[in-house]
C-alpha cells in the first residue's frame, strides 16, 4: 500500500502519544535510578568489569580479553594504547602512519605511504554532567571510534558499548606476523555486532536501562583505503576540494521515508530530515534487539583528505550549511590545521544546540613519503 507523508506523518504522531502516555507512567519508577546515571551499575559475572572510576567519573576499564596466542606482544601493544578520551577533557591529538601491506594490496597509482594526522574532542555541556559520547582511538590499528549513547540512562549505554567496541577492535586486531594491520571490513562488522549483543543482554538484566540504546561508528585506515561500519546516527564526512560529503547517512526513520519513496531530490532530502516530523527516530541502533545489521562501506584514500567523525548534533552544522561555505572551504584546505576545524564544528553545534554534549574526530590524511 503506498502511503503519503501526510498519511504516516498521522500515523506517527498517533504512536508518539500513546509512546508518551506510556512514558510518563514510568516517570515516578525512572526518577531515582536516573540520579544515578553517570554512575554504571555492576554488570553481571559474563560481563566486562569496569575499573575505578578516572576523571569526572569516566569509567574507561573493561575486563582484559585474551590476546590471540600467535601473537600476545602485537596485542599487547595494541591494548596499550587504545586510548579513550576521557570527557570533557582537552583535545587529543596526534599522527599514524599508514604503511603498506603486501605489495598487491594497494593500487598502482597509490602513494608509497600515507600518515592520518588527527584530532579529536568531547565535549560535557548536558546540565546534569552526564558523558553521553565514548571517543576513542586505537593507534597501532589505525582506527578510530565514536559512541553516543541515548534514553533513560544514556552515559550507561555509552560506557558500556564504547568500551566494547574499543576493546573487540584492540583483541581483534589482524598480523603479518611483524606488524599490525589495520581490522578488515568483516572484522569491525563483527565487532559491533558483539557489542550490541553484550549490550541488549545488559540491558535485559536491568530493568532502569530499558529503552537505553547507542548510536556507534567504526574507521580504519588502510595504506589506501578508509573502512567506515556504523550503526545509528554518528556520522562520516570526507572533507575533498572544499566540501564536506557525507559518506554515512542516519538509520532513521526519515531516511528510511526517502529510500521508500524513492526521493532523489536533494533539496527536497534535505528539507525533510530538517523538518519532518519524527525527524530524530533512530530505527537501528545497539542495544534493542538481540541482533543488528551493520552498515559497511569503504573509500578511496587521497591525500589531502579530511574525515571527520561527528555526533549527529555536529553533522547537522554540515547538513544546514551553518557555516558559510567560503569558511567551510578555508578549514578544510588540504594544508590547514585540524584545531581550528574541530574547535569551529563543536562551538557551532553548542550555540545551535548548548544543553547537549559533542564529540568530534578529524582526520588529516598527508603524504608520509
Known sequence: MDFTWKELQTVLIVVAVVVAVLWMQR????????AHLSSPPPPPDDEPRSRAPGKDGDHTGARKPSAPAEAPRLFETARATAEALPPGDGPREGGIRLDRGAEGDASPDAPRSL???????????????????????????ATFTLVTGAGPMPGVAAAFAGDGVRDGIAAAHRSDGADLLPPSAETLVR?????????????ATRP?????IASAVAVAFTADTAIIAHVGAERVYRGRDGQAEPLTRDHS?????????????E???RDLRRNAPHRHVIVRALGPKESVDVEVT?????????????????????????????EMRKLLDAGAPLEPLCARLLAKAAHLDPLQNHAAIVIAIENGG
Open 298 to 326: 569503504e573509500h578511496p584514500l587521497r591525500a589531502g583528505d579530511r574525515f571527520l567523525l561527528v555526533t549527529k548534533s555536529v553533522g547537522d552544522t554540515l547538513e544546514d550549511a551553518s557555516i558559510p561555505d567560503d
Open 115 to 141: 600518515v592520518a594526522h588527527f584530532i579529536a574532542r568531547a565535549e560535557v555541556n548536558r546540565p546534569d554532567g552526564i558523558a553521553t559520547q565514548r571517543v576513542a582511538v586505537v593507534p597501532p590499528l
Open 27 to 34: 516517570t515516578t519508577r525512572k526518577a531515582a535510578q536516573n
Open 253 to 265: 526513520l526519515v531516511n528510511d521515508f526517502i529510500r521508500m519513496k524513492n526521493i532523489t531530490d
Open 191 to 203: 565487532v559491533l555486532q558483539t557489542a550490541n549483543e553484550k549490550l541488549h543482554a545488559f540491558i
Open 208 to 212: 532502569e536501562l530499558e529503552g537505553s
Open 267 to 269: 533539496a527536497e532530502q
